[in-house]
């Protein structure tokens, strides 16, 4: 009522949209439902997503990742096919949907990160949340060399011919590195050309030049998309990632009036479906290998 602006009835906030990316009215509203505790501790200029495209796309975007391309197909290939994907499903609405909608609903109510939620439910477990900070920082660092790898491969692949698809020659010399010949030319490209790998782990040296560039244009891609928060990271697929604590921050950036739970069941199901699909393509990948090198082994 007017007399008491602090007490809003049930019906009032049962009519608001739960969209409301450009209604600040609103926004003002339900900021008046929180406690005096989560008022003062949540930073009250923090930005918010563009639209609710580009915050789904993000969620999927750390959601899908390299475990759902390569791990998952794995898992079910060595745990019993078809039965790995029946308790699977059966675990990710069990477990998974309602872990997700968790953290989802924690940093969409707190609007802060995973250290700051955790201090907010209670400061004698605040390390948790550092803990997970922690572990983002570790998954990061080999992560970004992973991503080094693929963007040395995408530069070396404007060549023709792929300098991985044939044996190099030795200097001077009409015939095949013979070391190339005893394997195959992709895996002599890669500990040779690549990782400049030496015999034994003994024999140190400097790092590599053409790795180090690539971790640095790495980190410094990683560094430009996220200078400018959502506004720019929304602009860019472990299987469904949680515990990092990256769900909550990513949900701290939207109105609390948006509908979590069905965010949640959205990013479980995309992520799924990406795994299941990237399963289809890197066993038909292995199975042509496989064949091929079983013909090139007979006829040998």
Known sequence: SPKNPGVISIRTLDSLSPDIWSDEDNDEILETTDSDGLKDKAP???????????????????????STIWRFPYLCFHN??????????????????????????????????????????????????????????????????????????LVQSFQSPLPWSVCPLLRN????????????????????????????????????????????????????????????????????????GSFIAISSYIPRSNNCVMDAFAVALLNLVASLTAMVFVFATMGHLATKNNNKCYVK
């Open 44 to 66: 009250p200029d923090r930005p918010y997503w563009a639209n609710k495209i580009e915050y789904l796309l993000a969620q999927v975007g750390f959601s899908v990742g390299l």
């Open 80 to 153: 019993g096919g078809g039965s790995f994907l029946i308790i699977y499903i059966l675990m990710l609405f069990l477990i998974g949907v309602p872990l997700l909608f968790l953290e989802m609903a924690a940093g969409q109510r707190m609007r802060q990160g995973s250290i700051g939620v955790w201090k907010v439910i209670s400061p004698w477990i605040g390390g948790v949340g550092y803990t997970s900070f922690m572990v983002c920082c570790i998954v990061g660092l080999y992560y970004s060399v992973l991503m080094a790898w693929s963007l040395f491969y």
């Open 173 to 244: 010399s009409s015939t095949y590195d013979p070391e190339c010949v005893r394997t195959t030319s992709t895996t002599y490209f890669w500990y040779r050309n690549v990782l400049k790998a030496t015999d034994k782990i003994e024999m140190g040296g400097l790092p590599v030049k053409h790795l180090s560039v690539s971790v640095f244009v790495t980190w410094l891609i990683i560094c430009i998309s996220m200078i400018r928060g959502p506004k720019s990271s929304g602009k860019i697929f472990l299987s469904m990632g949680h515990g990092f």
